[in-house]
């Protein structure tokens, strides 16, 4: 199993990398916010994998917050959020997808690129897995730019998270706990002030569209 | 800082501190006492006159006095302030102390009650103006010399800004803060460039520099536009005609008298003292300047129909004389002829110092008549002098001086610049043998035109029949404001009829400067003013005076006692024409008229002529200033444009600027990358 | 080290009781009390460091040097000035009817945990909880921006909250990174991300990762700093929250931001040994200057236009601290601290002049000094100061930042002074109707508290004429331990 | 200051009073018979000034004191002038005192102090008189003052005696610079003096005066004075106009005896000057106002191309 381990993580990272993918392509919300979901799991999956090839308890409680909030408690929330201000419709994009698509590939090389002299250095059994976080770092910051909705923004800044997470538990096996738990915290707390936003949003312009966020501008 | 020795043997320095902290104090003492407007008018500003004469007397001292320096605790860690007492700041000092004791003795008679700024705090910013003036002058490296100089300009702007209630006035303000801070940020670059990599911002060290031609003369370029902006010098002059018309006139009296000096102290500082390396062109290139400046002002002097506008560009046209007389002072001595370039820069010292006083006396001349029929345009005043002697008679001495009549200060220093301009010949080049004898013409026109804007001035103001009845409620200047104009008449009498004592203290300064000086050859020849040799020019006010004197004398007496001394006093002679009225003189822009008529090119005029239709035909004449559409407004529109361009940038939509964010990052990286 | 445990508990625990008492009248002066014993607590902090020099503390998680001790103290004295002056400002806006009681419960308890985070970051060793306090530090402010519920604060507060969540983000990237460079020396049992542990070992980090990780952490850190062009959500965040909630942002969030990157400069100078860092910050700090210059001449509100002033200040100061060198780091501190100042003393006079006119419109503020002399003479000493007028510590900071660039760097000379020149035309050309001339304001109910205002401008004054020895002394240990000498 | 110093100065004075009037009766009799009218007597002159100083003054109600002060500043500087300029002797104890810019001062501040009477007593007369007056000096006087330095970049002095000396006994050497500033000499003089082309002294048509403008309110004593200056202005011009161009014949400071040869010459020169001017003014008619300061212009830069001449060449 031990031995497995490496190709087992690579597994997940492309899984990770492929769902970064189908979230920028998705149209429908709920759909996304599932995408979202799993790409939770993959991470927790990568984590408590980690953890057991090496041996190093904190992962397995840095997998276990991760699973607890972008898995159960964060998509539960969006979902709640999008039955009551009753979002049904489809996702706005300010350029088509295809295009979209095209540029996230140029990322991902961009990205590739940029992470190879370094994960050669990394000696942790993951080392590789860091372009392809950086890649999902930058998928999900292109996601953020072409979204004009404020809910698949949320889910972009959200999933940019995740690369992070997995970014660190892969590369330096996680970071040190105190940080972790400072991380979680942080996240759980913005999701929380984004959704009371979304509501007074939603009250005030009466859509969730961001192009009525636009009146602070110099003539 | 040198430990407090006993008062007796403190340098002059020190005394000078003592003055420039009891200015300080004057300036908070007025604060406190905010509103009792008779405290502040009747008991600070007189004891702010006497430290002046005070600081007089220190200044005759030192100038004979050997350089004394002093580093004071304050300013920065690694640069305290260090201040210096040279013969060239003892001048300055000199001049600084003689017109600020006339202008405060004035400024206690001058104040009303309820008028914008409370006293108090008018007596905090002029006296802190003051004390930074004095600073400047005594300033020894650059930290400290760019605090005092912005406080300086800082402080004058609060006095512009007196009344503030008038929007013309805020802009003036506004124009004059902003000139005189890229003024100061030129002056900065300069001493940046002075220090060549030292990092050493003394003055000491600057003078130790020896910089390339190329960079010296970058320097000096600076120098001229940062000191110039400040000094009212061509390109820049556009808020000195709003400014100083805006303050009080006791305080546009102050600006317009000594102020500009210290711009030009500046030049002076930087030109001869701290730049070793000299360029012939630097020279040339002031003159030039200096007479352009000096025409632009006296042509536009003429025109005016604002007396303190009038005078202001007068002022202008005064810095321009100066500055030439500086420039030729610099071409003799880069060609090493030390004596002639002493001869020239006595020439300009002499004009600063007489322009100080007639022009100071003016200023408060003109405050007197506004306060007295608070009108500012010269077109509804005249026959002021039948109700107003004892303002009319001084401010006859000062338009005589100003004019550059002789028995006068203003004579004197006209007389210095033209010889000196007379002894070029011995210049190399054919091309510079020709410029100076032109400039020369120039400044022989320029004298004459100014004689033509005083006696408009003069005449308009003072003489003929009051265009307004109200005029002739008006009242008399007061105790405290006579007491001013009488130590500023002094002054212009003094320069006029003593100019070997005069001289005598111009001297250490030229020694310092040029090495050279008249002292000696003047003082050979008693009363007469012989600057370079007996059979060469003279020229004895006193005598001339009392040839003029005896004559008036002799004939006054030969007419009453040969004929008769009957007198009687008649209507005028009215052609037959039985309504005359005062409004049939010369209007000022009457007078100015064939000025206008033949300097057509130098203006920008917009005329109102009626038509055979009008119901109530009008005649307007709007002559502005050809720079403002020329240099200013393009400016202002090429920042405008930027500016929308850059405003692009901040278009409101979250999307842009993630994307900002994000292609900054992509090109960090590749440029890191590479 | 009991007065470091102060500095924190004393805002963590206003928070928390704010959080409960709020909304009650007497609430403003709890406020005050909390921010007075924080400022306190930082004073004897501040007194045991000078005595007993660089400390590490509970576990080395937290590290107090000059350069932080002085940052803090500043921060607690402009957090309680702020507080003095925020007082009699809500009373007003209380009254207006723009703050309920339950707003300034939120408003009251948010202050005291964003003074928290402020202090946590600027004393903690850990760089992942720098990260996780500058991510505090936004959550808090994002509420206080948006407290007044109207469209422009809720636009200001999403862009504000997205903008700078995505920097955040990027900043945490270049921690991790910084965190594997740190494994690979230290290897992966005590790798640490403690700050002293790293910059012992900063020689043999690997230079590829700790060029990236700089990146990442100077794009993050500088979007919190406002540095063009990632500046776009400074001028709405600090332009539609309540006036002591600009004040503070734009005095004191801005210096966390920018003490994160220097000490990540630091590390990186170690690492690298090539000026890489330096040339980096200095053309993002030239860039800044000049834009925001331009930027300032088409304002019509006058809380974006010393917002924008704000962000041509960071630029200065990012272009002083990337020249390196000892005089250049000495001014950029010095900077630091007079612009906080002067910046936080104009905001607090601002705050008034809009509450007398209604309304934030420069063209409808007119004549302050004829309605109330001392908030219109506070506004113009205020912006003579920010303008570099030379009695005052901006113009000192300004000439030494100035005449370093023209000896160090003088290809840059001509930008600064452009950039400095129309920044000055604008702001004064703005600023001189609203002071002078006639007016229709009213005066205001309650009478405005000056204290603050004028008490900064005399410490401006100070560090303008004269710096007292012992502060001296505390730059100079700063800017050396900041080093980063150019080749 | 020798005796012989004063007495050569009285001397000069004296000749100066007496002369004056008769050279203006000269001048207007040659005008007269070179217009072929009969000229009044050569002594009119003197029988005008005791005639008006035997009258009452009559002065305007609100003129001021200055207005009665200004006859006599002027008289005294003319007077003052002409003593300074060397006609009979160079040995002048007064000319140290005022050298050749110190003399053009002294014209502008006639100028300026008849202008400023003029406009004292406020009538449409006056103002208009002061403004012409000032225009015409306002290009005369800087050309007025190239001429002489033209005199004194050759002779390397502004002193007038020592221009004269110099001048006097160097060989017949011809001057180009000199015949320049000569022509602008005479326009410059025709200016100030207000003679035909520019002024015409007899008539009182407000659409040409300027001189008698000036003199229009003035009665009895003050004009006779006034009339007296403007006579001593015309001897002084014409005294400084032989100086520069005609030195020969002036008594030096060693030569005492010369004194009284001097005079008659003196005296011969000047009528043959005013033959001259006499003849320019029959021949020239009345210019407009607004081609005087053209008129003037030409002067000025002739005056201006002296100069230059002369430091092209390098002659002296």
């Not at chain 2, 490296?141 to 300009?153: G, K």
Request: charge should be neutral; aromatic fraction near 10%; charged fraction near 10%.
């Amino acid at each position: 199993m031990i031995a497995l381990a490496p190709q087992l993580i690579n597994l997940f990272a492309t899984l990770i990398l492929l769902l970064s993918f189908a979230m920028i392509s998705q149209r429908r919300i709920v759909s996304l916010i599932n995408i979202f979901a799993m790409q939770g799991v993959a991470l927790v999956a990568a984590s408590f994998l980690l953890g057991y090839a090496t041996h190093q308890t904190d992962l397995y409680v840095s997998g276990a917050l991760t699973l607890v909030l972008k898995v159960i408690f964060i998509p539960w929330m969006l979902h709640r959020l999008i039955r009551r201000l009753n979002v049904r419709w489809d996702v706005e994009t300010l350029i088509n997808i295809p295009t979209t698509m095209l540029v996230g590939i140029g990322l991902v090389i961009f990205a590739f690129s940029l992470a190879l002299p370094v994960s050669r250095l990394s000696h942790s059994i993951a080392g590789g897995s860091l372009g392809i976080a950086l890649a999902c770092v930058l998928l999900s910051f292109m996601m953020m730019i072409t979204r004009s909705k404020a809910v698949p923004q949320v889910i972009g800044f959200l999933s940019m998270e995740n690369g992070l997470i997995f970014a660190a538990t892969t590369v330096t096996n996680g970071m040190p706990m105190i940080v972790e738990f400072g991380i979680a915290l942080d996240v759980l707390v913005g999701v929380l002030i984004l959704g009371v936003f979304m509501f007074q949003i939603r009250e005030k312009f009466d859509s969730l569209d961001i192009h009525n966020l636009e009146t602070l501008k110099e003539e | 800082m040198h430990s407090f020795t006993h008062p007796g043997n403190w340098l002059h320095l020190d005394w000078v501190l003592v003055v420039v902290c009891a200015w300080l104090v004057i300036g908070c003492a007025g604060v406190a006492a905010l509103r009792r407007f008779h405290f502040v008018a009747t008991v600070l500003f007189p004891v702010g006159a006497c430290f002046s004469v005070l600081l007089m007397a220190l200044a005759l001292s030192a100038t004979f006095a050997g350089a004394e320096v002093a580093v004071l605790p304050l300013g920065l860690p690694q640069l305290p302030f260090h201040l210096r007492l040279d013969s060239l700041s003892a001048f300055f000092l000199l001049l600084i102390g003689g017109v600020s004791a006339g202008v405060s003795t004035f400024a206690a008679g001058y104040f009303r009650k309820g008028e914008g700024t409370p006293p108090g705090l008018i007596c905090l910013e002029y006296h802190v103006f003051l004390a930074s003036i004095a600073l400047v002058v005594l300033a020894d490296d650059a930290y400290v010399f760019m605090v005092v100089w912005e406080t300086m300009a800082f402080s004058s702007f609060f006095l512009v800004m007196a009344n503030h209630r008038i929007p013309e006035i805020r802009r003036a303000g506004y124009l004059y803060m902003l000139v005189a801070h890229i003024g100061a940020l030129g002056i900065l670059l300069c001493f940046g460039l002075l220090q060549a990599n030292t990092g050493d911002y003394t003055f000491a060290n600057m003078r130790a520099q020896h910089l390339t031609p190329f960079w010296g003369s970058v320097a000096f370029c600076l120098a001229v536009f940062g000191f110039g902006a400040k000094a009212g010098l061509l390109p820049l002059h556009a808020w000195l005609p709003e400014a100083h018309p805006a303050a009080p006139s006791p305080f546009s009296a102050l600006m317009s008298g000594v102020m500009l000096k210290i711009a030009l102290y500046g030049i002076l500082r930087v030109g001869f003292d701290l730049l070793q390396t000299r360029i012939w062109w630097w020279g040339v290139l002031l003159m030039a300047v200096g007479l352009a400046t000096a025409l632009f002002g006296v042509v536009f002097s003429t025109v005016q129909v604002e007396m303190k506008r009038l005078l202001a560009y007068s002022s202008i046209e005064n810095i321009g004389l100066i500055c030439a007389g500086m420039g030729l002072a610099m071409l003799f001595a880069s060609h090493g002829m030390q004596a002639f370039s002493a001869l020239a820069l006595t020439a300009a010292m002499y004009h600063m110092i007489s322009h100080a006083f007639f022009k100071s006396l003016l200023f408060c001349s003109t405050g007197a008549v506004l306060h007295a029929t608070g009108e500012r345009s010269l077109g509804k005043l005249g026959g002021l002098i039948r109700y107003m002697p004892w303002v009319a008679w001084p401010t006859l001495i000062g338009v005589l001086s100003c004019a550059g009549l002789p028995p006068f200060g203003g004579f004197v220093a006209e007389w210095l610049l033209l010889q000196s301009f007379l002894f070029t010949t011995g210049l190399p080049g054919a091309f510079l043998d020709m410029l100076v004898p032109v400039m020369a013409a120039m400044i022989a026109l320029i004298a004459a035109l100014s004689g033509y804007t005083m006696v408009k001035y003069f005449g308009v103001i003072f003489l003929g029949q009051p265009r307004d009845d109200k005029l002739a409620q008006a009242h008399d200047a007061g105790a405290w404001e006579r007491l001013g104009m009488v130590w500023l008449v002094t002054g212009c009498v003094l320069l006029g009829l003593f100019p070997n004592q005069m001289i005598a203290l111009i001297d250490p300064l030229t020694q310092l400067l040029v090495h050279a000086g008249l002292a000696h050859t003047v003082a050979e020849n008693g009363w007469l003013l012989v600057p370079v040799h007996m059979d060469r020019a003279s020229y004895a006010p006193t005598i001339f005076l009392l040839g003029v004197m005896a004559t008036f004398g002799a004939t006054y007496l030969l007419v009453r006692k040969l004929y008769h001394a009957r007198m009687r006093r008649v209507p005028p002679w009215d052609c037959g024409h039985p309504w005359q009225t005062a409004r049939m003189q010369d209007s000022a822009e009457g007078f100015g008229q064939p000025i206008r008529q033949i300097f057509e090119p130098f203006f920008r005029m917009d005329r109102h002529l009626p038509t055979a239709f009008d119901s109530e035909p009008s005649y307007k004449v709007q002559v502005d200033d050809p720079l403002w559409h020329w240099l200013y407004l393009p400016v202002v529109r090429l920042v405008e444009r930027v500016s929308k361009v850059v405003g692009l940038l901040q278009q409101g939509r979250i999307a842009v600027y993630l994307m900002y964010s994000f292609v900054t990052l992509i090109v960090v990286l590749l440029v890191v990358q590479r | 080290m009991n007065a470091l445990a102060f500095v924190l508990g004393f805002p963590l625990l206003g928070g928390l009781v704010l959080a409960l008492v709020g909304h009650w009248p007497r609430a403003r002066d709890v406020n005050v009390v909390f921010s007075l014993g924080t400022f306190v607590a930082a004073c004897f902090l501040t007194d045991y460091v000078i005595d007993h020099g660089p400390q590490t503390v509970w576990g080395q998680q937290f590290f107090i040097d000059p350069l932080n001790v002085f940052l803090v103290t500043l921060t607690a004295f402009v957090g309680m000035t702020t507080a003095i002056f925020s007082r009699p400002y809500m009373r007003v806006e209380q009254d207006h009817g723009k703050m309920t009681p339950p707003r300034m419960r939120l408003y009251h308890s948010m202050y005291q945990l964003f003074s928290f985070t402020m202090l946590l970051g600027f004393t903690t060793n850990n760089l992942g909880i720098i990260w996780v306090a500058m991510e505090a530090a936004t959550l808090t402010t994002v509420l206080l921006v948006s407290v007044y519920r109207t469209s422009a604060s809720l636009e200001a507060a999403w862009k504000y909250f997205i903008l700078c969540g995505v920097g955040i983000a990027q900043a945490l990237f270049g921690t991790i990174l910084l965190y594997m460079a740190a494994d690979k020396v230290l290897g992966p049992e005590h790798a640490t991300l403690l700050w002293t542990s790293l910059n012992d070992v900063k020689g043999q980090l690997d230079p590829t990762i700790v060029t990236l990780a700089f990146v990442f952490l100077l794009i993050g850190y500088g979007t919190k700093v406002g540095l063009v062009p990632l500046h776009s959500w400074l001028p709405d965040a600090h332009a539609e929250g309540p006036t002591p909630v600009s004040a503070v942002l734009s005095g004191l969030l801005l210096n966390v931001a920018m003490y994160a990157v220097l000490r990540c400069k630091v590390l990186t100078d170690g690492a690298l040994g090539t000026p890489m860092a330096g040339q980096l910050m200095m053309g993002f700090g030239l860039l800044s200057v000049t834009v925001a210059a331009f930027f300032l001449s088409r304002q019509k509100d006058v809380k974006r236009m010393f917002s924008y002033s704000s962000i041509e200040h960071m630029g200065l100061i990012t272009f002083a601290f990337g020249m390196g060198g000892p005089m250049a780091n000495f001014a950029g501190l010095l900077h630091m601290t007079v612009h906080s100042l002067v910046k936080s003393a104009i905001f607090f006079t601002v705050g008034h002049a809009t509450q007398k006119a209604g309304t934030q419109v420069m063209s409808e503020i007119r004549g302050l000094i004829k309605v109330n002399p001392t908030v219109g003479w506070g506004l113009m000493l205020g912006v003579m100061a920010i303008l570099g007028m030379p009695p005052f510590g901006v113009f000192a900071s300004e000439f030494l930042i100035l005449i370093t660039a023209m000896r160090e760097q003088p290809w840059a000379a001509p930008f600064l002074f452009l950039a400095l020149g129309v920044a000055f035309a604008s702001i004064l050309s703005r600023v001189l109707p609203m002071v002078f001339g006639d007016t229709t304001l009213k005066a205001l109910a309650h009478p405005p508290a000056l204290l603050p205002v004028f008490l900064h401008l005399v410490l401006a004054l100070v560090l303008g004429l004269y710096i007292p020895p012992y502060l001296n002394g505390w730059y100079v240990q700063a800017a050396s331990m900041l080093g980063g000498v150019m080749p | 200051m020798s005796a012989l110093g004063v007495l050569s100065q009285l001397l000069a004075l004296v000749t100066a009073l007496l002369l004056a009037p008769l050279l203006t009766g000269w001048v207007n009799q040659w005008r007269h018979w070179l217009q072929n009218k009969s000229a009044p007597g050569l002594l009119q002159p003197y029988r005008m000034l005791h005639k008006l100083f035997k009258k009452e003054s009559l002065v305007a109600e609100h003129a001021s004191s200055l207005f009665r002060m200004a006859p006599y500043v002027v008289f005294g500087c003319m007077l003052l002038a002409s003593a300074i300029v060397p006609t009979l002797s160079t040995d002048l104890p007064l000319s140290p005192a005022a050298d050749a810019i110190a003399l053009v001062g002294l014209f502008a501040l006639a100028r300026v102090f008849i202008s400023l009477a003029a406009m004292d007593v406020g009538t449409a007369f006056g103002t208009l008189g002061a403004r012409r007056e000032m225009l015409v000096g306002f290009l005369a006087e800087p050309a007025l003052l190239m001429v002489l330095f033209c005199a004194s970049m050759i002779t390397r002095s502004t002193s007038l005696t020592v221009i004269v000396e110099t001048l006097a006994n160097r060989d017949l050497a011809i001057y180009p610079s000199l015949l320049l500033a000569g022509v602008a000499f005479t326009m410059v003089s025709l200016a100030e003096n207000s003679r035909v082309p520019v002024d015409n002294p007899d008539t009182h048509l407000e659409l040409t005066m300027i001189h008698e403008a000036l003199i229009l309110e003035y009665s009895a004593r003050h004009l006779a004075l006034l009339e007296w200056a403007a006579s001593l202005k015309l001897f002084a011009y014409s005294c400084i106009g032989l100086a520069l161009f005609a030195p020969w014949g002036v008594a030096h400071a060693q030569a005492p005896l010369a004194l009284l040869l001097a005079l008659p010459v003196l005296v011969f020169k000047l009528a043959v000057g005013g033959i001259a001017l006499a003849l320019i003014e029959t021949l020239s008619a009345k210019m407009r106002i607004f081609r005087v300061p053209e008129f003037l212009g030409t002067a000025f830069l002739l005056a201006v191309i002296g100069l230059l001449v002369n430091v092209l060449l390098g002659v002296g």
